[in-house]
DNA sequence: GTCTATAATACGATAGAC
DNA sequence: GTCTATCGTATTATAGAC
């Protein structure tokens, strides 16, 4: 079928039927990404797609609820997307290299929701809070798996990967599309500093 | 004097006298840096010193004048920092690891005002953002021209530059106290991934 | 399901007493 | 210089027509 090859890379949103759903959550993602979610109203959101700011409640209980959202579908897509890039791949240097390949071309790829879900944490209520908290915890662990063969000394290994997942997380404040170097091109470049910060 | 080993290192806030405007600001970036500007009120600043929401308006024109005068303070205590960590040394080596260190340390200690500075810039008014703009230019050449020395392939320059500073400055981001590591072992571990970094 | 209109509240900032 | 009281506005969210 002619689709296949769109839907067969997962698609970001694809826990959202289409529909003003997920027309509003992309809004969303737009305007909290540029703005912050507290400088975000509902009138922003809304104008963006041509809505009226109450339309908004029809798809979502509240505001707070469309930024969870945003958030579990853009911590479960990189997570999703780690796990997938290692996927059939043996050799431990390599498996470490497609995944900050990945990981930090998505952060650039998606410079505007990684900002919402690394920057506004603490807009999300408790609860919210705590079911991303797990999601996060399931990224970092992954990671600190797959480092785990690279670093001779074991008591740095937590340290080291902080540090290698900070270096491709922050690429969401100050990556500008077009000005800044491709997304592939940056995981790739940034794929070799983690290799050399891991084995330094 | 007594005082002179405290005054000897310049003081984050000398800029202000001491007196309610140095207290507002300083009770500011708790606030600013835990729940973000937007989400802050005058009220929340107020009440952490015991005064109320009206005397902000004695001693700035506005909350945006207060984030500004932050900024603007934060911005060039660790330019001012990372200047001083170098001076009157020759080796190119030692000046790197001294001004990363500072660097990285800074940002752990002072990590809530670090959040304020480099995750509220979209939150300064245009006027605001240009003079705190070029302070932030001149960090960047400064860090550019140190690391020169160590990066053979000048092409690379730019984007090393982006991604060492980018490592030290999402310290802020995910930095705990008393459950990160102390801010001086840090910016030694991270004075060495640099150099590895610039070094590959 | 979407709109207009609006309720209820919270916010930045000011007025005027002390 | 600081307070209490409050103004004007903006915000989230709801009510009710279509």
Redesign the pocket.
Known sequence: METSETTAISDLWEMLQQ???RTLAQAAVDEFGKRGF???????I?ERI?????????????????LFTIAKIGHEAVLNESLAAVEGISDHHERVLSFVRTFTAWHAVNHLLARVIQYELHSLQPDHLKEIAAIRRRTADFAAEEFRHLVSDTSKLRMRTVACLSLSIDVARWYVPGKSPAPEELGAEYAQLVIAMLRS
Chains 1, 2 share one sequence.
């Open positions: 529909g003003p759903r507290h400088a975000t109203t509902t009138r922003h809304a041509g809505m009226s700011p109450a339309a908004l409640y029809i798809h979502y209980p509240s505001k707070a609820d469309l």
